[in-house]
C-alpha cells in the first residue's frame, strides 16, 4: 500500500467520523427541539429520548445514503 493512499485513507475516515457526530448533534438538536415543544413531560426524559432519535436518525441516515450508492452503481452499469 502507499503511503500517501493510506494517508487518503486515514483522513477519509476521521471526516466521515466528524460528519456522523455532526450529523447525530443536527438531529438530537431538531428532535429536542420538537420534543420539548410538542410534549409535557419532564426535561431529562425529553433530552435522553433526543439522544436516542439522534443515533437511531444517524444510522438510517447513513444507511440511507449506502442505500443510494448501490442503487447508483447498481444503475450505472
Known amino acids: ?6 494517508m487518503i485513507e ?3 475516515r476521521i471526516l466521515s467520523r466528524l ?3 455532526a450529523l447525530f448533534i443536527v438531529i438530537t438538536i431538531l428532535a429536542l427541539v420538537f420534543l420539548r415543544e410538542a410534549m409535557d413531560m419532564n426535561l431529562a426524559l ?4 433526543s439522544v436516542v432519535i439522534g ?3 444517524t444510522i438510517a441516515v447513513r444507511y440511507l445514503f449506502k442505500l443510494l450508492l448501490r442503487l447508483g452503481k ?4
Open 10 to 12: 486515514i483522513l477519509g
Open 1 to 6: 500500500m502507499n503511503h500517501d493512499t493510506a
Open 46 to 49: 425529553i433530552a435522553l429520548l
Open 55 to 57: 443515533i437511531v436518525g
Open 19 to 21: 460528519v456522523n457526530v
Open 74 to 77: 447498481l444503475f450505472s452499469r
